[in-house]
């Protein structure tokens, strides 16, 4: 009998070693990671500049509460705030962590403007963490079944849709923020409008509300910028981010600008771990490689590639709805549910996985060599070529 909570299902394969773009299992067999660690390890297993920084901060100092001052904390929130135009930081241990202190940023904003029951317009299809506000702020019915009561103070509107934003708008006085993925990734790796991002920086602007930016997953360079807002000519009010920031060491952001930067006041937030020694120079590594390398723009660059190479091998598959991605995050929505390729692509020697139930999600690192590429790209091909659904 496990000693381990079920919350995972059964779990068949054991990793025990990566390098690069490949781990592998118990058995010596080896795979190349198509999902780094759920868009985590953007530079890959076993990064020197990261395992360097773990060694020296570990030989150093592993952790003391904020009640004093961490250099290595101060020394990662400038490099944030520099790539990211934002102005301050808030560190947590998790993505869901960062996005709680968004939700509790924008609930304080609207109750200090004398708001009653602020209210963050958030979308269909959304995932923004487990905890009971990123939950109820979660648009997946499967993911809340069983946790109800969720929490009040949020109203959801279809992804990549102004005008239903604007009905919002209309019915609700109490709102005070919107909260959004740039690219959704639980969601089936769904890419908005062009347009769709600046219009809701344009509308937010217009009602005086807070445009807050889930980049939990999009973050760190995963879409070909260091963050996605990046692509467009505008800045938010608040964007999250962990997943990549740490390359595997559990890490959370919260960084906002402007006027929300300073909504938070001695003891509105806190965490103990959060902002630790080990975790942010660690993370500090992360962003100076991807800041200082061409890897962002080899992201981009891959991306498209892989994507075209996609839409030619695809191109007469019937059972392809769509094929869909930035940078390296590339999703392929089939006609059926899908799951079972998960398992088939591992006897390929490869790691990927299926989400929203139709769509291959494909998360790679950013150092993929072009023959691990060519191979990833056409093991997928041969999956969904063969693919017979049992439905």
Same mark, same amino acid.
């Given at each position: 009998?496990?000693?381990?909570?079920?919350?995972?299902?059964?779990?068949?394969?054991?990793?025990?070693?990566?390098? /690069?773009?490949?781990?592998?299992?118990?058995?010596?067999?080896?795979?190349?990671?198509?999902?780094? /660690?759920?868009?985590?390890?953007g530079l890959g297993h076993s990064h020197a500049a990261v395992t360097r920084a773990l060694t020296e901060q570990a030989d150093t100092l592993l952790h003391v509460s904020n009640l004093y001052n961490?250099? =290595?904390?101060?020394?990662?929130?400038?490099?944030?705030?520099?790539? &990211?135009?934002?102005?301050?930081?808030?560190?947590?241990? &998790?993505?869901?962590?960062?996005?709680?202190?968004?939700?509790?940023?924008?609930?304080?904003?609207?109750?200090?403007?004398?708001?009653?029951? =602020?209210?963050i317009v958030v979308m269909n299809s959304a995932f923004h963490g487990r905890t009971m506000a990123t939950l109820t702020a979660t648009g997946n019915a499967n993911a809340q079944k069983g946790f109800e009561p969720l929490l009040p103070g949020f109203v959801r509107a279809p992804f990549n849709d102004i005008a239903a934003i604007e009905v919002l708008a209309a019915e609700h006085k109490n709102i005070v923020a919107v909260l959004v993925e740039p690219v959704q990734g639980e969601g089936g790796v769904r890419v908005p409008d062009e347009q769709y991002l600046p219009q809701l920086r344009a509308l937010c602007d217009r009602h005086e509300w807070l445009l807050m930016l889930d980049e939990i997953q999009t973050g760190n360079g995963r879409t070909g910028a260091y963050f996605a807002y990046q692509h467009y000519d505008f800045l938010p009010d608040v964007v999250t981010t962990a997943k990549g920031l740490g390359n595997?060491? =559990?890490?959370?952001?919260?960084?906002?600008?402007? =006027?929300?930067?300073?909504?938070?006041?001695?003891g509105n937030h806190g965490s103990t771990f959060g902002g630790n020694p080990l975790a942010c120079h660690a993370a500090s590594a992360v962003v100076d490689t991807l800041t200082e390398s061409n890897l962002m723009a080899t992201v981009a660059e891959r991306g498209h590639q892989m994507l075209q190479a996609f839409e030619q091998k695809l191109a007469h598959n019937d059972m392809v709805v769509d094929i869909r991605g930035q940078g390296l995050m590339i999703g392929i929505e089939l006609e059926h549910p899908c799951s079972e390729l998960v398992a088939k692509a591992r006897e390929l020697g490869l790691l990927i996985n299926v989400t929203a139930g139709n769509t291959v999600r494909l998360l790679p690192t950013f150092i993929?060599?072009?023959?691990?590429?060519?191979?990833?790209?056409?093991g997928v091909v041969e999956l969904i070529a063969n693919f017979q659904p049992t439905e």
């Open positions: 009998m496990s000693t381990l909570m079920n919350t995972y299902g059964e779990r068949t394969l054991t990793l025990t070693k990566g390098a /690069g773009s490949r781990v592998w299992d118990d058995a010596g067999n080896s795979y190349i990671d198509a999902i780094s /660690g759920i868009a985590v390890c961490i250099p =290595p904390q101060k020394a990662l929130a400038d490099k944030l705030c520099a790539v &990211s135009k934002m102005d301050k930081v808030f560190f947590s241990n &998790s993505g869901a962590e960062a996005n709680e202190a968004a939700i509790k940023m924008a609930r304080k904003y609207g109750n200090d403007k004398g708001t009653d029951t =602020p209210t595997g060491v =559990p890490i959370g952001a919260c960084l906002a600008h402007g =006027p929300a930067a300073d909504i938070f006041g001695p993929m060599t072009d023959e691990e590429t060519d191979t990833l790209v056409n």
